[in-house]
């Protein structure tokens, strides 16, 4: 069993503690840090299940899967937040995703990787189609935030109806994405989707190089997912009395804290692979986890959102949307060269933590 494995299986212990927590009202801070930390291995399990299943069930599928799944997490967490009303924190927790990804995942992958290999090659035109694709998603942000500042009145509904209609082109456009990933140009992303489920797992072991147990991996994935709609809850109700305790706004905590709690399985996934010197699949981890959520989540939530009577909609305020831009912008010319070395990994890493603190001394 990988190190991985066996730090996020001990991690499991803060599950029960968390559940406890709740049940027993130890307080708001202390439910929501437990159950924070109880996300964490839970995200890692449902990632290593899903990728287990890739390899289980072959490149075409296995790709399907990964793309589809990938951000499971995020997604069940923000749709749990949805419900309750937090509006305003989910719509933070997409531009959040999107940027952490970009610059925290990316650049702590090129940062460490850079730090054991002079210098990471990776396919540029990959990155440039990711890029392009990227450009696209904050189109989408700005457009509706844009008709609202360009105009004297502006009907919810009109943003509403507008969000709609960008909310189905934007899940238009990942599916020809993965037609073009999966089908018509597969080989341009063969970086081996055997690579993520490479490390040895109990079933590796017992069955010699063989696929993994397809049903103990199925398993796996429902019990995580389960877990992490559970310990969601739990979270999601702690998350606006304990971040206000400790000062912090909801647009900080959307931004920043849901996706480092989310997002952990990505990170830990891209900066693995990366110091292995896989830089290929560690560019696409991070870029596709930015895309996954950027045309497929954040379109769902809209959808869910009104179907469930919560107002969600695409308009971003206008800070987020810089915020997005600027991490789509640096992202795109660090990576067209195909090229990466410590010093980019720094300087992605130090334009987060500007727009951290940027996001922290927010006053909204």
Known sequence: MSIKNLVSLGLLIFVPIA??????????????????????????????????????????????????????????????ALKEGLVDIVKASITGTVVSNLLLAMGLSMLLGGLR?????????????????????????VLPATVITTSNVVEPSAISHLSLFVAAVLILVYGFTLIFSLKTHSYLYD??????????????????????????????????????AVVSEIFVGAVEEATAGLGLTPLFTGVILLPLVGGAAEYVTAVRVAIKNNMDLSVSVAMGSSLLVALLVAPILVIVGQVIGQPMDLNFSL?????VAIAVIIANLISLDGRSNWLEGLLLLATYSILGAAFYFHPV
Not at 118 to 141: D, W, Y
Not at 319 to 323: G, I, L, Q
């Open 19 to 80: 559940i406890a927590a709740e049940k027993l009202e130890w307080g708001a801070l202390t439910v929501f840090g437990l159950s924070a930390i109880a996300i964490v291995p839970l995200a890692i399990w449902l990632s290593t299940a899903t990728e287990e299943i890739a390899v289980a069930l072959g490149p075409s599928i296995g790709g399907l899967l990964n793309a589809v799944f990938g951000n499971a997490t995020e997604l069940i967490i923000s749709l749990v």
């Open 319 to 323: 800070f987020e949307v810089v915020a």
């Open 117 to 141: 290999y002079k210098e990471q090659e990776f396919q540029p035109v990959v990155a440039r189609v990711n890029g392009s694709t990227m450009t696209l998603a904050v189109i989408a942000i």
């Open 191 to 228: 970086v081996g989707v055997v690579e993520l489920g490479g490390e040895a797992t109990p079933e590796h072991s017992e069955h010699g190089e063989g696929k993994p147990n397809l049903w103990f991996w199925v398993g796996i994935l429902l019990a995580a997912t389960i877990g992490v």
